[in-house]
Structure formats: structure tokens, C-alpha cells
């Protein structure tokens, strides 16, 4: 996993630079380099992680939580809306996003809450609807900000974890029923009300739901800005071919139309200048990490660290999947990153966290009891 970690840093080092060299703001100047500083500080976060016991943090799960949940409302106090949104807390150049921290403090809350069966099949009220209630309240926060990408991972986390906490088959079956549900209604209701939606959300500068919901159900009928971002990603992944255009030679394609390709759309930047074989070597060194990750989830003793490895797996994969996919036109556009490749201090150093503390698990699975 660390020889991997050195191999992102040094693809994400890479493609930043690609993606920001003909940008002439100074902001954009020396992103290749922060880079590099952010992953220093995150390998030494990893090795901290690694020495600190897991367990502790467990033990004190309600305080992380609660600690989250404040950081969550404070944003709504502190920070005042910035293209329709208030998500980040800004201290001179450092900017700090506490939507991406309180995924990792929702994965040890739900552990926590789980690992209390021991094994045996979680019980819809105890277990099941404590987490479902755990997990609402960051949900409900998040889509206020408004950030869906943030809030859909969640959701996904909860599900992952749920999923291997041995929860029974007819739980699931009713969850599914209500998801797909909820879904079809959702729809149903956005295409009866279409023009009342559309008026309700622009009065409260949430014209860009609208818009990127619209732009998913219906692509045929959205505005040209609407679908401009995905149009030219699949156009300029499509003009790499095979093989891609070569290093530092994409910025003459239809890069230029779209917005962060040095962030949330640098996987433009993989298919235009590497083709499909580099987005394949890309997508392999994923698949490799997770499956590290799966290996140390099965061979730990503690079903609570299990549980944190699971939901951090299933937290990156959801975040790689629904990153590329919007990219080639088969997800709804969102701003979620590509993990450990884009460019941001927030969004690495808690992929960083998470990493480390998958090496404490590793390092502390001795047996133990189980407290009460």
C-alpha cells in the first residue's frame, strides 16, 4: 500500500502540473509543489496514525461525532455562501472542509455501534435504526450546505458497512423497496413539477441542483451549461485514444471548456494525455489498494476494525466510481474528487488519515475481549 501511495503522489504530482501549466493566475503556479508538501505531511500523519491504538479512538467514538456534528452547524454561523454554497471554513490560504472529515468520524461511530453485537445479526431497532440516526443528522447538514457529492457518500458508507455487519436479509430487502421507491417518486414528482422545482430552487440559488439533476434525467432538454463540463470530458477522454496525446500535450483539445481539471476533473487529464491504457493503470493501482484493504479487513481479529476498513473501502470506491463515471457521462456531475490523484489539502489528508488508520488496525489486531 505505501508503494502505491508513492506511485499516486507521483501520478497526481504530474497530472496537477499538466493540468495548471498554462494557467497564468498565480494560485495555479506551484499546485505541483503543494502537492507534494500535502503528501509529506500526509505520510507522517500515516506513521502517527499507525503508533496510536485504534481502540482508543473507539472507545471515545461520541466525542469524534460530536465533534464533527459542531463543525458541520458552525459552518452555517461562520461562513457565508460562495457560489450557492457554504462547505468550507477559510483561514488565510488554508481552506478546511468539515463535510470531508466527518466521513471518517461517521465510519467510527457506525463501527462503534456495530461492533456492540459481536458478530451476531444487528437488530432493527438497537442497531439499524442507531445507525440510520447517527447518520442523518451529518446527511441532512451536508445537503443544507448544499453538497451532494458529500452527502451521497454517506449514504454509500452506510450501506457498505451495514452490508458486512451481518445485517439480515429481509432488512435489506426493505431497504432496497424504500430506496427504489423513494426513487421513482423522486422522479416521478421531479417531471410533474418540473417548472415548480426549477422556480422554488432558483429563488434559493440552488439553480445548479437543479441543473445537474435536470441534466442526468433529461439530457436532451438541459441548457448548454449545463451539460458543457460532461460533453467536453467525454470528448477530450475520447480524443486520447489508446494511447493519449502524450505528456503536456492535451492542453490544445477541449480541456480548456472545462472548469477544475486540475480537481474534480482530473481524470480528463488521464484519458486525454495517457489514453485508455493509463486510465487501465490508473484504475488497476485502485484496484490493487482495495484489495490490500480487503486482505486486512479479513484478517483481523476486532469486528470494529473490520467494520472501518470496509466503510473506508467502500468510501474510496464509491468516490472513484462516481469521479470517472461523471467524467464519461454515466453519472450525475457532482464535485467529488478522485481520491489521492486530485489536487486538495482536505480531501488527501483525510484519505491519508484513513490509510493510517487502517495500519493501526494492522498493527494492533492482537485477541482481546470484547468490552461490554
Not at 427504489?180 to 441542483?209: A, P, S
Not at 485514444?241 to 480528463?268: C, H, M, W
Not at 495517457?274 to 490490500?292: H, K, S, T
Request: net charge neutral; hydrophobic share 50%.
Amino acid at each position: 500500500m505505501l508503494v502505491i501511495l508513492l506511485l499516486f503522489m507521483g501520478i497526481s504530482t504530474l497530472l496537477v502540473k499538466s493540468a495548471t501549466i498554462n494557467n497564468p493566475l498565480p494560485a495555479y503556479q506551484n499546485m505541483d509543489k503543494q502537492t507534494i508538501i500535502y503528501y509529506a505531511v500526509g505520510f507522517v500523519v500515516i506513521l502517527f496514525m499507525t503508533l496510536v491504538d485504534y481502540r482508543l479512538i473507539l472507545k471515545t467514538w461520541y466525542i469524534w461525532y460530536g465533534i464533527g456534528i459542531i463543525m458541520l452547524v458552525l459552518i452555517f454561523v461562520l461562513v457565508e455562501k460562495k457560489n450557492g454554497a457554504q462547505s468550507w471554513f477559510e483561514l488565510g490560504s488554508f481552506s478546511f472542509q468539515p463535510a470531508e472529515v466527518m466521513k471518517l468520524f461517521l465510519i467510527i461511530a457506525v463501527a462503534a455501534i456495530m461492533g456492540r453485537r459481536q458478530g451476531d445479526s444487528l437488530r432493527m431497532r438497537t442497531d439499524v435504526m442507531a445507525v440510520a440516526a447517527v447518520s442523518f443528522v451529518p446527511f441532512v447538514l451536508v445537503m443544507m450546505q448544499p453538497d451532494l457529492g458529500n452527502a451521497m457518500i454517506y449514504i454509500f458508507i452506510v450501506l457498505g458497512m451495514l452490508w458486512i455487519g451481518n445485517v439480515r436479509y429481509s432488512y435489506v430487502t426493505i431497504g432496497l423497496t424504500v430506496v427504489v421507491g423513494g426513487l421513482l417518486l423522486f422522479v416521478t414528482l421531479f417531471n410533474t413539477y418540473n417548472t415548480e422545482i426549477q422556480t422554488y430552487l432558483g429563488k434559493h440559488e440552488l439553480g445548479h441542483w437543479y441543473e445537474r439533476i435536470n441534466t442526468y434525467i433529461h439530457p436532451s432538454e438541459a441548457s448548454d451549461d449545463a451539460v458543457r463540463q460532461s460533453k467536453y470530458a467525454q470528448i477530450a477522454i475520447g480524443s486520447g485514444g489508446l494511447a493519449g496525446d502524450g505528456y503536456l500535450q492535451g492542453e490544445s483539445k477541449k480541456r480548456n471548456f472545462i472548469p477544475y481539471t486540475y480537481s474534480d476533473s482530473i481524470f480528463v487529464v488521464v484519458g486525454e494525455e495517457f489514453g485508455f491504457q493509463g486510465a487501465a493503470v490508473l484504475l488497476l493501482l485502485y484496484f490493487l489498494f482495495i484489495y490490500r484493504m480487503i486482505l486486512i479487513a479479513y484478517q483481523c481479529y476486532d469486528l470494529r476494525g473490520s467494520f472501518i476498513i470496509i466503510g473506508i473501502a467502500t468510501m474510496m470506491v464509491f468516490q472513484i466510481f462516481q469521479n470517472v463515471g461523471m467524467m464519461i457521462g454515466i453519472m450525475p456531475i457532482t464535485g467529488i474528487t478522485l481520491p489521492f490523484i486530485s489536487y486538495g489539502g482536505t480531501s488527501l489528508l483525510l484519505n491519508m488519515i484513513s490509510i493510517g488508520f487502517i495500519f493501526s488496525i494492522r498493527a494492533h489486531q492482537e485477541k482481546y475481549t470484547m468490552e461490554s
